[in-house]
């Protein structure tokens, strides 16, 4: 079984793209993120003439996360995290698929920090970690996966020391980071990359992708149940050179049938 996260940076705009990785990746199961849409415009037509079910949170301009599943019924369990009935961002989305849970997020950025946006990402961490431990204690195999919007060690971004001052690599985002792994969380690609410096994302300018001048903030995290059958897992680099595509390139994992 193939999963796979994937930020989209506008799911309309650059849906030839998405159409284009789904039609020669063939993943099962797949979380978006940043669709900026919102939900009468999500392309469900598209998606489905191509084998996939969906469902969706969307939001205008901003946000957005959906699951795709091509191996069968999504069951939706938990849209938007617990804890704060004021948040109206849509950035979480659970459903039982395949057998196991999926849990999708787009973690808020965070700048400028220090700021009310920074205080929100790190009350937006705690509550998806309370939501993660419930998952953990429940025993079910698990994938929580999408765009954290944190790069845990200096291995996951080029030249640490320019990224001091960005919220995606502060001192209070990489603790609460490590904090939510230490529920018992795998990190798929730091399981089988140790070592190696890995990247998920990649600035428009300055040829921030041909110099390979990336970031590792997208990240699939694997329940105990599920750890143990994780076989590979891998940046498919491929649609971030395409035209027209998205500063984001897909994670996969494949797991043991």
């Not at 950035?91 to 950025?109: K, Q």
């Not at 509550?127 to 954290?148: K, M, N």
């Not at 690599?169 to 890995?198: K, M, N």
Request: hydrophobic share 40%; aromatic share 10%.
């Amino acid at each position: 079984m193939r999963i796979a996260t994937y930020n989209v940076n506008g799911i309309n705009g650059r849906l030839p793209v998405l159409l284009r990785w789904l039609g020669e990746a063939e993943p099962d199961i797949v979380c978006l993120q940043e669709l900026k849409a919102p939900d009468e415009a999500f392309p469900q037509q598209a998606l489905n003439a191509i084998g996939y079910e969906a469902i969706w949170h969307g939001q205008s301009r901003w946000n957005g996360v959906a699951l795709l599943s091509r191996i069968g019924a999504i069951h939706e369990t938990q849209r938007g995290l617990p804890g704060d009935p004021d948040d109206v961002q849509s950035r979480y989305i659970e459903a039982a698929i395949g057998g196991m849970i999926v849990a999708g997020l787009y973690l808020p950025n965070g700048n400028p920090r220090p700021g009310p946006k920074f205080d929100y990402k790190l009350r937006w961490f705690e509550r998806l970690a309370t939501r993660a431990q419930e998952l953990i204690d429940s025993g079910l195999p698990v994938v929580l996966l999408g765009d954290f919007n944190v790069m845990p060690t200096e291995q996951d971004v080029y030249k640490p020391e320019r990224w001091l001052d960005d919220a995606l690599f502060a001192p209070e985002v990489r603790a609460a980071w490590f904090a939510l792994v230490d529920q018992g969380w795998t990190d798929a690609i730091r399981a089988l990359h140790r070592g190696e410096s890995v990247y998920t994302f990649w600035k428009y300018w300055r040829g921030a992708f041909e110099r390979d001048a990336g970031l590792r903030i997208d990240h699939v995290l694997l329940s105990p149940a599920l750890a143990p059958l994780l076989e590979r897992a891998e940046v498919d680099r491929t649609p971030r050179g395409w035209d027209k595509t998205s500063d984001h390139a897909p994670v996969w994992i494949e797991l043991e049938d």
